[in-house]
């Protein structure tokens, strides 16, 4: 009992703190970002001189931001959304497997590659036709487009757990997993960090088109209609009434779009959450990153993170033998299949 009393205090903790934090959000006018030039990839990982500021001090340069209301409206009805998938009318296993692959294919080929060890850090090499491929599906994700994700990435590794970090997770839980996101925050300025972080990104005309904001109205209504619309077809095809046919196009909406969207969000999400504040340090950091084994494992591999603040280049991010990296079984396999070259690797492995 006294551990579930201590869970809820601290559930509770949280939750007042992020509110109190996105109060004080709103009393002050504006802001400058002061970021330090960074040359890209290469030194994106070098901190700022100086001891980073207190926890007090960080809770004082919170800065006024405007609420993202199309987000905070946009994240809010996917997970009411997804609620539905307690209903047993939108329930048919064909929709939990879709569910299932679809959190797999984005997280791992999406957002883990593509957006992250591709695109972040150039962990490893590909032709543009794959590159390409691999960003649309993180784009699938509904987690920004990639010159924006990779620019707000970039800048968490170059002022980790400092104020400046878009997604500090010093003083907040839940700023790091997603208050960050329901706001326009002042480290989160989309002309300033595109500029100063996606440089390389805003010269491919196909990441210039992704950015567009006016994308993602139609992206989502693809999205609802291909999942609907097949499950609908299928069911009548195979003999189903028009009922039927709606229900099942019904199940395969609710699991393989709203389920499987608010679960990669949060296993994304509890990469810069979880794996600040809970697990263990293989490696001696400037910033409190740390190895979670379960985002490790939900994650597929990025809740190893650590290790990966130690070496943002890597491609690989478990380092030891049991730290599973279900992500880098994949770019493994890309390899073996030519897809991708010159992965960056601890040099154990290059041998
Ligand atoms: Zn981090
Ligand atoms: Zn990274």
Known sequence: MNVLYMFFLRIKQAWMGFWLEMQASSSIKSARIRARRPSLVSDISSRPAGPAPSSSATKRRVRRAPIAWERVIGIGVYHLAALLAFVPYFFSWTGVVLAFLGYS?????????????????????????????LAFLGLLALQFGPAYWVAIHRRHHHFADRPEDPHTPVGNFLWSHFGWILVHGPNANRDSVLRRYARDLVKDDFYVWMEKQGRWFWLIVLLWSVFFIAGWAVELVAGGTMQEAIQFGASLLVWGVFVRTVIVWHVTWSVNSWSHHAGYRTYETADDSRNNVLVGLLAHGEGWHNNHHAHPRYARHGHRWWEIDTTWWVIKAMAWLGLVTDVVLPAADKE
């Open 105 to 133: 294919l984005l997280t791992i080929l999406g957002i883990n590659i593509g957006y992250h060890r591709l695109l972040a850090h150039r962990g490893l090499t590909c032709s543009k036709r794959v590159e390409h491929v």
